[in-house]
DNA sequence: TGAATGATTCAAGGATGATTGAAATATGGA
DNA sequence: TCCATATTTCAATCATCCTTGAATCATTCA
């Protein structure tokens, strides 16, 4: 992930809408979430779900796929990963007070980090 | 961090000239870097670093303190630690193929880490 | 006080982003 | 083929952001 890339993910997730759209294909893991269902839950119109799923895959951090009648969205997790490296790495510089909690956080929900952490 | 501090980082850092800023500020430390120093480095207009200034400020990502006749601004490393974690935690849901990455990360810039997984 | 330096504020503009509803496209089933 | 479903595209409007230059404010020093 370069510069111009993470410039275009975090405008991707400043807005609400998008950063709700996020987190529920997150959870939704690699089955993702049809447009439709999105919407629902976003309560959003679907037009406007579109544009912002556009949005979203545009830069990157989700992709699309058909399936039937439905267009199925999931997070990109490679993209996701890449955002929060580059915010420690080149961001940051890897300055030890801004990634330490990040390494809190990894420590949780890696499983090799588990064993030797804990 | 929450999510609405969150929206607010992620749009002044969607902007080329302030990401440029908070990567100098990083940089630069505790000491930080007046906004005329800035400006020559990034480029850009005294009016137009003010306007971006005042924007990062707003975001709670840096922090200005006058000295003399200059004012100084730092990165307030909290703010990016904190935005950093929210990626992680609250919108990746802690995912691993998310955070392993940042574990590499972290692993290479603290010191206890360093220690428990050379 | 008066001049110089460093920075911010203000107003005007142009550009980009978000929302809306109507129309169009694509798929699956009767 | 015809209809219903799922989603996108389009055009128009509104809002927000970015840039620019001139004016203003704060500080230091002669």
Same mark, same amino acid.
């Given at each position: 992930?370069?510069?111009?890339?993470?410039?275009?993910?975090?405008?991707?997730?400043?807005?609400?809408?998008?950063?709700?759209?996020?987190?529920?294909?997150?959870?939704?893991?690699?089955?993702?979430?049809?447009?439709?269902?999105?919407?629902?839950?976003?309560?959003?119109?679907?037009?406007?779900?579109?544009?912002?799923?556009?949005?979203?895959?545009?830069?990157?951090?989700?992709?699309?796929?058909?399936?039937?009648?439905?267009?199925? *969205?999931?997070?990109? *997790?490679?993209?996701?990963?890449?955002?929060?490296?580059?915010?420690?790495?080149?961001?940051?510089?890897?300055?030890?007070?801004?990634?330490?909690?990040?390494?809190?956080?990894?420590?949780?929900?890696?499983?090799?980090?588990?064993?030797?952490?804990?």
């Amino acid at each position: 992930m370069d510069q111009r890339q993470a410039l275009g993910a975090f405008a991707a997730l400043s807005q609400e809408t998008r950063l709700q759209i996020v987190r529920l294909l997150v959870v939704a893991g690699p089955e993702g979430m049809a447009a439709g269902a999105l919407a629902e839950k976003v309560e959003v119109s679907p037009s406007n779900i579109s544009f912002h799923l556009k949005e979203l895959e545009h830069s990157g951090l989700i992709a699309a796929q058909r399936q039937s009648r439905s267009i199925i *969205y999931t997070a990109h *997790y490679e993209s996701l990963g890449g955002l929060v490296r580059f915010l420690m790495e080149d961001c940051c510089s890897g300055h030890p007070e801004i990634c330490a909690p990040a390494a809190e956080v990894a420590a949780c929900c890696t499983p090799k980090m588990e064993e030797t952490l804990r």
